[in-house]
Nanobody
Framework: QVQLVESGGGLVQPGGSLRLSCAASGVIFRDNVMGWYRQAPGKERELVATVNSGGSTNYAHSVMGRFTISRGDAKNAVYLQMSSLKPEDTAVYYC???????????WGQGTQVTVSS
């Protein structure tokens, strides 16, 4: 069973930075996509950024140039460096792991990010 554990959320002022981490455990296929999604109150969950096992990244337009996604050396961790944070970035951020070869998808429990003065 795959488990994803996130950390690094919190309260930050506008213009500040935060780094989210997600560690995956269990049996993980080599070819996968890890990413971050977020859900603000009253809104649907939306993609923030993804990175595949080859290192290719994809970002939502709203975070381009401000957020950077990366993977750990062991490929079973993913990070989201968030800079120039805005109040509209406030949401619960979820770590996601997709394994296309077996059509599997896993989610973390979520971590709250609040951007407010």
């Amino acid at each position: 069973q795959v488990q994803l554990v996130e950390s690094g959320g919190g309260l930050v002022q506008p213009g500040g930075s935060l780094r989210l981490s997600c560690a995956a455990s269990g049996v993980i296929f080599r070819d996968n996509v890890m990413g971050w999604y977020r859900q603000a109150p009253g809104k649907e969950r939306e993609l923030v950024a993804t990175v595949n096992s080859g290192g290719s990244t994809n970002y939502a337009h709203s975070v381009m140039g401000r957020f950077t996604i990366s993977r750990g050396d062991a490929k079973n961790a993913v990070y989201l460096q968030m800079s120039s944070l805005k109040p509209e970035d406030t949401a619960v951020y979820y770590c996601n792991l997709e394994v296309p070869v077996v059509a599997a998808e896993y989610w973390g429990q979520g971590t709250q990010v609040t951007v407010s003065s």
